[in-house]
């Protein structure tokens, strides 16, 4: 999995810098957009729309401009958190943020260009067009105040304060959840399915979408900034709930293999052998240290 995910990884990075390259003016927001969405990353959604077109059987350059695009917004919500109105962070994959490197204003301008430059990318998908004004209105959807802008914002206002568990599922469902959900119904548009099967790939977007804010909560408590590339305890220092400030770290590793373990079945008992890099990825999620 690992091998193979290093290649996928590679293909993404190259269809990114290709894209990147295209901008050049003004300077600053060209450089910062690339010093941003260049400073390393899994790239896992692109990943996983290509990992889904894979599993239903179409070519992966009908994806690599969507996934692009989806990394853009990913990369921009990272530039934002990051800023001091947020969660003011001066590291971010082991160097220093955007705005720390480039300024405050600058630095929102420069999350904004790549929100913005995203739907320019997944304009450029080579399908129907009908296909193409449905991910449009799904990225949209998916990103914004349904997704997770409004995700990000229920997670400003529960800081310092006792949530619900609901409260908590909305946050992580919708402030990394939707966007690790997008790139596989992405691919489910793309590949033009409906039914079962595109049904068990949104339940197992939606549980490794979890499974990994989960892990995010644990990290952010047991990792370290040499794994992260950030400094940890972040969660603690805001007051925000997690899944161990209600479950107690004991609990909320049971939680996250019981989210796995569902993921890994469902897509077996739909998709058979088909489905083992899906199955796969869920426990990388389960077990990554950053």
Do not use: W
């Amino acid at each position: 999995m690992k091998k193979y995910l290093e290649e996928k990884k590679n293909r993404v990075d190259q269809a990114l810098k290709e894209y990147l390259e295209e901008l050049h003016y003004p300077s600053i927001i060209a450089n910062g957009m690339k010093y941003s969405v260049l400073n390393g990353g899994k790239r896992l959604r692109p990943i996983l729309l290509l990992m889904t077109l894979e599993l239903l059987d179409i070519e992966e350059e009908k994806g690599l401009s969507i996934g692009s695009g989806i990394e853009f917004i990913h990369s921009y919500s990272l530039v934002h958190d990051d800023l001091p109105a947020l969660d003011n962070d001066e590291y971010r994959r082991g160097q220093l943020t955007t705005h720390r490197k480039y300024g405050e204003a600058e630095a929102i301008l420069i999350g904004d260009a790549l929100l913005t430059h995203s739907f320019n990318l997944v304009a450029r998908a080579n399908i129907e067009p009908k296909k193409v004004v449905e991910l449009m209105k799904l990225v949209s959807n998916y990103s914004g105040v349904n997704g997770m802008i409004g995700g990000q914002m229920v997670d400003i206002e529960s800081e310092g304060k006792k949530i619900d568990l609901p409260t908590l599922q909305y946050i992580h469902t919708h402030k990394t959840g939707k966007l690790l959900m997008l790139p596989i119904e992405c691919g489910c548009i793309i590949a033009g399915i409906e039914g079962v099967k595109k049904e068990v790939l949104k339940r197992y977007a939606e549980l490794i979408g979890l499974a990994f804010q989960i892990k995010d909560d644990i990290l952010d408590i047991e990792g370290t900034f040499e794994e992260l590339g950030k400094p940890i305890g972040s969660d603690i220092e805001l007051e925000k709930s997690t899944y161990p400030s209600i479950f107690g770290m004991e609990k909320t590793k049971e939680i996250l293999e019981e989210k796995v373990e569902e993921a890994k079945k469902i897509m077996f008992d739909t998709f058979g052998e088909k489905a083992r890099k899906h199955m796969e990825l869920a426990n990388y999620i389960k077990n990554r240290r950053k």
